[in-house]
């Protein structure tokens, strides 16, 4: 249904940063970029490479803020080692957590997930549903 989603961030550097660690363990890379310095639209769009970019984050240093409650990106996880292994990366680039990361039993039998905040207050959440 969903062709891709933005979010507005504050700072690219700090931002890529985050992203580039963290989406990494789900297999999830930069597909393309513009970051040409001083150029206020500076953007990135990741999402598996040669498929194009699911999520892309653009620089809105003012005025920029993440969605209200009940908004949660979940990116689809290949494993539940990819999980923990976002949820790790995410914290040590500036995210907090906000979810460990474990079987989610209200959801399911299988579905197990991490939840983070990144740099700017948006909250992205790892998943992964399937029997192990």
């Known amino acids: 249904m969903l062709h891709h989603i933005s979010f507005g961030i504050s700072d690219m550097e700090r931002a890529a940063a985050f992203y580039d ?6 297999g999830y890379v930069r597909v393309w970029e513009d ?3 001083g150029d206020p639209d500076q953007a990135i769009g990741c ?3 040669d498929v194009g970019d699911k999520l892309a984050i653009k620089l809105r240093p003012d005025g920029q ?3 209200g409650p009940g908004f949660n990106l979940a ?4 494993s ?3 999980v923990d292994d976002f949820h ?4 040590e680039n500036g995210g907090r957590d906000n979810g460990e990361p474990g079987l989610r039993a209200g959801y399911g039998p299988n579905d197990y997930a991490a939840v983070v905040i990144d740099p700017d207050d948006h ?3 790892a998943v992964f549903n399937a029997p192990v």
């Open 21 to 26: 660690a963290a989406l990494a363990p789900l």
């Open 47 to 49: 999402g598996i490479a």
């Open 123 to 125: 909250p992205i959440e």
């Open 35 to 37: 970051l040409v310095a």
């Open 88 to 91: 790790r990366a995410a914290l």
């Open 80 to 82: 539940r080692q990819a």
């Open 75 to 78: 990116l689809a996880s290949p």
């Open 65 to 67: 803020r993440p969605p």
